[in-house]
C-alpha cells in the first residue's frame, strides 16, 4: 500500500525559532498534499493544499508567511513553522493523493507532535 | 456550518460487541470515506462509499449511506480491543478535491 513518512515525529524547540517538517511519499507520486493542524481530542483542521510545482492554498485564517509549505518534487513537501511560539504547539499531519490512483483517498503521514517553549 | 458531525463523541463497549458510529453532513457529496486514527499517529483509511451506494462491506466493516437524510453509520461487528482508536468520517464535495473531517468518535473496546 502507499506509503507517507512524516519526519520528524516530535519536536520541542524553543520560542522564536522555526521548525520544517518533511512529508514524503515512498512508494507512489503525489502531485497534491495537504496540511492539517489537530488539537487533542478534535478533529483535523486543513491549514493548505500543496501542489507540485505552485504555490500553497491556505485556508482562511492561516497565516501563509508563519506556515511556509514547500513542495518542490513529486514525493516531497515541507511545512516550516516560523518563529515558532508556544501557541503553535499542536499535533501537525500531511497527507497525500496518489497521482496514479483514483485520487479520492488520502494516505497520511504518522503526524508530528511539535512543543514550543 | 460543521461538515461531518459525528455522535456520539465517545463510545465504550466491551469487547466482541458491535460499535456502531453516526456521521452527518450538510452538503451534497461524491463520497463518504472513514478513516480511523490511533492516538497520536496518522490516520488510516478504512473505507469509501460513493453517492450512488447505499451500503458497503469490507471485513467486519459495514457502512451505510443515506444521501436523502445526509448520513452515514460505521459499524464494526465483533469489536476486539484493538478496534480502540478515534473513528473520522470525511466528506468530498461534488467540486472540489478536498476532504471535510468530522469531529471523529472515540471508540474504547474494553478486554
Known amino acids: 500500500g502507499a506509503v507517507v513518512s512524516q519526519h520528524p515525529s516530535w519536536v520541542i524547540c524553543k520560542s522564536g525559532t522555526s521548525v520544517k517538517i518533511e512529508c514524503r511519499s515512498l512508494?507512489?507520486?503525489?502531485?497534491?498534499m495537504f496540511w492539517y493542524r489537530q488539537f487533542p481530542k478534535q478533529s483535523l483542521m486543513l491549514m493548505a493544499t500543496?501542489?507540485?510545482?505552485?504555490?500553497?492554498?491556505?485556508e482562511q485564517g492561516v497565516e501563509k508567511d508563519k506556515f511556509l509549505i514547500n513542495h518542490a518534487s513529486l514525493t516531497l513537501s515541507t511545512l516550516t513553522v516560523t518563529s515558532a511560539h508556544p501557541e503553535d504547539s499542536s499535533f501537525y499531519i500531511c497527507?497525500?493523493?496518489?497521482?496514479?490512483?483514483?485520487?479520492?483517498?488520502?494516505?497520511f503521514g504518522s503526524g508530528t507532535q511539535l512543543s514550543v517553549l | 456550518s460543521q461538515q461531518g458531525e459525528e455522535d456520539p463523541q465517545a463510545l465504550s463497549i466491551q469487547e466482541g460487541e458491535n460499535a456502531t458510529m453516526n456521521c452527518s453532513y450538510k452538503?451534497?457529496?461524491?463520497?463518504l470515506q472513514w478513516y480511523r486514527q490511533n492516538s497520536g499517529r496518522g490516520l488510516v483509511h478504512l473505507i469509501l462509499?460513493?453517492?450512488?451506494?447505499r451500503e458497503k462491506h469490507s471485513g467486519r466493516l459495514r457502512v451505510t449511506l443515506d444521501t436523502s437524510k445526509k448520513s452515514s453509520s460505521l459499524l464494526i461487528t465483533a469489536s476486539r480491543a484493538a478496534d480502540t482508536a478515534s473513528y473520522f468520517c470525511?466528506?468530498?464535495?461534488?467540486?472540489?478535491?478536498?476532504?471535510?473531517f468530522g469531529e471523529g468518535t472515540q471508540l474504547t473496546v474494553n478486554p
Open positions: 497527507s497525500a493523493r496518489d497521482r496514479a490512483g483514483t485520487n479520492e483517498k488520502l494516505f
Open positions: 512508494d507512489f507520486q503525489a502531485t497534491t
Open positions: 500543496s501542489n507540485e510545482g505552485s504555490k500553497a492554498t491556505y
Open positions: 452538503t451534497s457529496i461524491n463520497n
Open positions: 462509499i460513493r453517492s450512488n451506494e
Open positions: 470525511a466528506t468530498a464535495g461534488t467540486s472540489g478535491s478536498r476532504l471535510t
